[in-house]
């Protein structure tokens, strides 16, 4: 599933990274031309998502500045954003983002580069999946979410003259990571994780 996820993303000018760790995952981003600065925005109380929150450091280890966003003006043409995606969706090469709060929102709307970290375990055939779970997130109560979007590439508009032109509203580049073993994942044993891996 991953060759066509990253086949599909590739076709809508985004890029799909697989990492085995979030070792490898920090590598990526550390390493990527985005980060020239050393800065990365992320969203608020990230450092408490599990198991994503356990990037942080090995970022920091790295030399990079992580910033939480706020107001869309802190964000807004930041070099490079970080999120966490809830689905990666193999048909169309898409993300399925969904967040309770406008300054973890705007992370993936206003910096130019955004990488997008999931599970292998939240890899998908098809688009399908995405209706159940879009289903669950926006009933009312404890769980709903407020901001949900699937995104397949950077952002892109043709209203201009009628030319297709990139990162107009919204980011140049969309980076993907999809990791094998997060390292706080204790719902897969290491015979759960080796199969699943064979399949993709």
Same mark, same amino acid.
């Given at each position: 599933?991953?060759a066509?996820?990253? +086949?599909?993303?590739?076709?809508?000018?985004?890029?799909a $990274?697989? %990492?085995e760790?979030l070792?490898?995952?920090?590598?990526?981003?550390a390493?990527h031309?985005?980060l020239?600065?050393?800065?990365? &925005?992320?969203p608020?109380?990230?450092? /408490?998502? #599990?198991?994503w929150? /356990?990037l942080l450091? @090995?970022?920091?280890?790295r !030399?990079i500045?992580?910033e939480e966003?706020?107001i869309?003006?802190r964000?807004?043409? %930041?070099?490079?954003g970080?999120s966490?995606a809830?689905?990666?969706i193999?048909e169309?090469?898409?993300?399925f983002?969904?967040?309770n709060?406008l300054?973890?929102r705007?992370?993936?709307?206003?910096?130019?580069t955004h990488?997008v970290?999931v599970?292998a !375990? #939240?890899?998908?055939p098809? @688009?399908d999946e995405? %209706?159940t779970l879009?289903q669950?997130?926006?009933?009312?109560g404890?769980?709903?979410? $407020?901001y949900i979007s699937?995104?397949?590439?950077?952002?892109?508009?043709?209203d201009i003259e *009628?030319?297709?032109t &990139?990162?107009v509203?919204?980011?140049? %580049?969309?980076?993907?990571?999809v990791v094998?073993?997060?390292?706080?994942d204790p +719902? @897969?044993s *290491?015979e759960e994780?080796?199969? *699943?891996?064979?399949?993709?």
């Amino acid at each position: 599933m991953f060759a066509q996820f990253q +086949s599909r993303l590739s076709a809508a000018g985004g890029v799909a $990274h697989w %990492a085995e760790d979030l070792a490898q995952a920090a590598e990526i981003i550390a390493t990527h031309p985005a980060l020239a600065e050393q800065r990365l &925005i992320i969203p608020p109380a990230f450092a /408490a998502c #599990q198991p994503w929150g /356990a990037l942080l450091p @090995l970022l920091s280890a790295r !030399g990079i500045r992580l910033e939480e966003a706020t107001i869309p003006e802190r964000v807004a043409d %930041a070099p490079a954003g970080l999120s966490c995606a809830s689905l990666a969706i193999a048909e169309t090469g898409s993300v399925f983002l969904a967040d309770n709060a406008l300054a973890a929102r705007i992370v993936g709307m206003l910096t130019l580069t955004h990488f997008v970290l999931v599970s292998a !375990g #939240q890899l998908v055939p098809l @688009l399908d999946e995405a %209706a159940t779970l879009l289903q669950t997130l926006t009933r009312p109560g404890p769980q709903q979410q $407020h901001y949900i979007s699937l995104v397949t590439g950077p952002s892109r508009t043709a209203d201009i003259e *009628r030319t297709l032109t &990139i990162g107009v509203q919204g980011p140049r %580049a969309l980076c993907v990571i999809v990791v094998a073993t997060p390292a706080s994942d204790p +719902s @897969l044993s *290491r015979e759960e994780v080796k199969d *699943r891996d064979n399949e993709l």
